[in-house]
């Protein structure tokens, strides 16, 4: 054995052990925080309010210690509350405190590597993973599959195609002629539903990882934008590239773009629900443990919730860097940065030629600006004089020849002596054929506004009639306007309807 072998191995598995996950494992208090973190975080509750999680490790200290345990002949518990416990997980990178987008609330979540060490610790203490058909076949059936994807001859990829329909069609043949259906018996059922658990319990720790991967880019890149070294658009080409490739280069990453596919058919999921509903429908269920056929009817769920907290991670990445582009000013922060160092470098110069005890003049008020140049020119303090007053008219000027009166507005009184005249002495009269009957002069389209407002003086009614006048322009243009039937009062009758304002 070589000796640089050995040392190369040696380091190899020093870093291994480096790792959070296996740190958690190797601690002596590792069965008391793999039992608490189990309990506290579940399928059904990935999140939990951060007093609830201190209430009830808490809680589970109190029972541990008044059932014996902790004791030094005993397995010992760790020392503390739960707060400190809790803060010494976070810092261990087992747990993650943060905001929930929900409610505003400070929650944790176990890390990709709390999860993984839990997945560990429920398959070793758990049922033992055998070598059976159901593993054998999973793994030849992906080696298949792989030797096909890999392979682009056509003919090859042809022949297996037609194998595998005329295989297809003597099974179908045979059941169409009366043929039994082969049983499988329940100890090869019992080892296909561990495999499938075996393969559902990696799901959540390749979800936890990405999710996590999302926000180390997202510390990243805001570091780089805060840094101001390179373009701003540079660094977010980078960002998008480097989410494409969490997807395709990273085993956690092609297993949640699978597990996205999935979700984004509901098809997909409605047939995975029926199916996992047949499974748990069989007797052979029955010799299931209940924490087995529980983890069976939570996969779809798991599946979700895994896809979610990624979604979400994303969610919160993007609105980080988008808020970060919005609001960063390079020059105010190198601004702020300079002040800063020149603080520092104030305290360094005062701090070797003071003395302990020495009183500290306080900064009273800020500094004042030293103003070099003032303005040797103001604005004229005299207030702006009114204009020119208008010049008396004297009626030399000559006056225009057109008739400027006849585009003004309404006529009144002669609308008003035209409606008495046109009443001759009865009681009501009917306004649209008041204004037919007007001459050309009082029949515009602006005295028929008029008119209609001297038969509302008078006091008017309206019919339900609709009637079509004719009015004409000052430059004997007509224009038709449609208007419904109004009968006012005799002006002449109304007293004090005279005035004419």
């Known amino acids: 054995m070589a000796t640089r ?18 740190a958690l494992l190797h601690q002596t208090h590792a069965p008391f925080v793999v039992t608490v973190l189990a309990m506290v975080f579940t399928a059904e509750r990935p999140a939990v309010a951060v007093a609830d999680a201190h209430a009830e490790i808490n809680d589970a200290l109190d029972q541990l210690r008044a059932a014996g345990y902790g004791d030094e002949d005993n397995q010992p518990l760790p020392a503390g509350t739960a707060r400190d416990l809790c803060r010494q997980w976070v810092q261990a990178g ?41 593993r ?16 682009p001859d056509l003919m090859s990829r042809m022949v297996r195609l037609h ?31 561990e495999n499938v658990l075996h ?19 997202q510390r990243d890149v ?70 087995q056929r529980r983890e069976l009817t939570e996969i779809s769920r798991r599946i979700e919730q895994g896809v979610k907290e990624v979604l979400a991670a994303q969610r919160q990445a993007s609105h980080v860097i988008t808020t970060q582009v919005r609001n960063h000013d390079p ?43 003032l303005r040797q020119r103001t604005s004229d303090p005299r207030p702006p004089q009114p204009p020119a007053p208008l010049r008396d008219w004297d009626g030399s000027d000559d006056l225009p020849a057109a008739d400027t009166r006849a585009w003004g507005g309404p006529r009144y009184a002669e609308l008003r002596a035209h409606l008495e005249a046109f009443a001759d002495g009865a009681v009501a009269v009917d306004v649209v054929a008041a204004f037919r009957a ?24 309206e019919t339900t009639e609709v009637a079509v006048v004719e009015a004409v322009r000052p430059d004997r243009t007509r224009r038709r306007f449609a208007l419904g039937g109004v009968v006012t009062a005799n002006p002449a009758r109304v007293d004090g309807s005279g005035d004419d304002d």
């Open 331 to 373: 020059m105010r922060d190198r601004q702020v940065d300079e002040l800063l160092r020149d603080v520092m470098s104030g305290l360094h110069r005062w701090v070797p030629g003071s003395r302990r005890g020495e009183a500290v003049e306080p900064l009273r008020r800020l500094p004042v600006a030293d103003v070099g140049h």
């Open 438 to 461: 007007a001459d050309e002069e009082i029949r515009r389209p602006v005295d028929l506004l008029g008119l209609l407002e001297v038969a509302h003086g008078a006091g008017m009614t």
């Open 136 to 151: 054998v076949r999973t793994l030849l059936e992906a080696i298949e599959r792989l030797a096909q994807d890999a392979d």
């Open 163 to 193: 194998e595998e329909i005329q295989q297809r069609q003597r099974e179908l043949t045979r059941l169409e002629k009366g043929g039994a259906v082969e049983t499988v018996d329940d100890e090869q059922l019992l080892e296909a539903a």
């Open 94 to 134: 087992w747990l993650v405190r943060q905001v929930s987008a929900d409610d505003d609330a400070e929650v944790y979540r176990l890390s990709a590597y709390g999860v993984g060490a839990l997945e560990v610790a429920g398959r070793v203490g758990g049922t033992r993973t055998r070598v059976s058909e159901s």
């Open 5 to 22: 072998g050995v040392e190369g191995a040696y380091q190899g598995a020093l870093r291994a052990f480096q790792n959070p996950m296996l």
């Open 222 to 291: 805001v570091a780089e934008l805060r840094h101001d070294v390179r373009p701003t658009g540079e660094v977010l080409r980078e960002y998008l590239a480097r989410g494409r490739r969490i997807l395709d280069a990273t085993p956690e990453g092609r297993a949640f773009a699978g597990a996205l596919r999935l979700i984004g058919d509901p098809a997909q999921i409605d047939g995975l629900w029926d199916r996992l509903r047949t499974v748990l429908r069989h007797r052979f269920t029955e010799l299931l443990p209940q924490q």
């Open 199 to 217: 393969l559902a319990r990696e799901l959540p720790a390749d979800f936890a990882r990405v999710a996590e991967s999302i926000k180390a880019i």
